[in-house]
């Protein structure tokens, strides 16, 4: 997926009960981090996610891939989110990218 600089990036991922599989609400707000290429320190910091209305365990979350956020055209990044479930801490990557240079108008 390509994502152009200074744009401003949404995504979605669900949280699941630990030992059923079934779609259930974290236990406390999730957060997510991205992280360039092999970069071990994130971008962000642990950024909170955002509970989708009405859905159980549906979370979005947003941020601005700007240069002033430390992002770069050419380089890959991943999302990673954290939540806790039934008292179970996890952790998935819900997207990569790559950053495009970015978009002019004519």
Not at 79 to 93: D, L, Q, R
Request: with cysteine; glycine share 8%; hydrophobic share 40%.
């Amino acid at each position: 997926m390509l994502i152009p600089i200074d744009e401003v990036v949404h995504f979605d991922f669900v949280t699941h009960h630990p030992s059923t599989g079934a779609v259930t609400d974290a236990d406390s707000t999730p957060t997510f981090d991205v992280y360039e290429e092999a970069t071990d320190t994130g971008l962000l910091g642990a950024t909170n996610a955002t509970k989708r209305t009405s859905l159980t365990g549906n979370y979005r979350g947003t941020f601005t891939a700007s240069a002033a956020n430390g992002f770069e055209a050419g380089k890959w990044y991943s999302v990673n989110a954290s939540a806790t479930v039934n008292s179970i801490a996890g952790k998935g990557v819900v997207m990569r990218f790559r950053c495009a240079p970015a978009e002019t108008q004519a």
